[in-house]
């Protein structure tokens, strides 16, 4: 079984951008994300009505990462500290080597390749670090965005499960992505 720590928060670069841990400074951004229907369309969680809300939402961040349950970082540009998405690993399965990724980004940053970019050092974090054999992604399968970053990030997909998930009086097929660990 794999040992998952993630004290000391591990902070992650690359080219263009900081992966840090999401603070409660962060709720303005935390609260632009996860309140915009766009931006949740795909994803079958409840709106974030207030700041509140998005206070609890950066609760449940710390409160996983402190149990080494799961960890997220806040995407932000090298040169601008602001939150600009989030991504992380969670529903971490150690006795099978594996997480799940998620990842969500304000959409003023869509299709600049930054999630591609923050996908890569996470992976990278999770192989190398985390000692995980492969990590899914779990997409609605009308999501096509979604899907063409994870199969430009190297995910290739293994499921389509019809139906399998029931979210606000309607049934919803998801699709899982998956990458081995080539390292």
């Known amino acids: 079984m794999v040992n998952i720590n993630f004290t000391p928060f591990p902070n992650l670069e690359t080219e263009r951008l900081y992966l840090r841990r999401i603070v409660k400074n962060d709720v303005k951004e935390i609260f632009a994300l996860r309140s915009n229907k766009e931006t949740m369309k795909y994803i079958p969680r409840p709106l974030v009505k207030t700041k509140e809300d998005a206070l609890e939402h950066i609760t449940m ?15 932000t540009l090298k040169d601008n500290p602001k939150l ?9 399965k150690p006795e099978h080597f594996r997480a799940e990724i998620g990842y969500m980004l304000l959409p003023e940053y869509h299709g600049k390749g930054i999630i591609v970019e923050a996908i890569k050092e996470t992976l990278n974090y999770a192989f190398q670090v985390m ?7 779990i997409i609605d399968p009308d999501n096509f965005a979604s899907e063409r970053v994870l199969q430009k990030s190297g995910f290739v997909k293994e499921a389509h499960l019809k139906e399998n ?19």
């Open 165 to 183: 998930e029931f979210y606000e009086g309607r049934f919803l097929d998801t699709v899982i992505y998956s990458i081995l660990n080539k390292y």
């Open 61 to 75: 961040i710390d409160s996983k990462i402190e149990t080494n349950e799961g960890i997220n970082w806040a995407i």
């Open 131 to 137: 000692k995980l054999h492969s990590i899914e992604a």
């Open 84 to 92: 600009i998405g989030i991504i992380g690993h969670y529903r971490i």
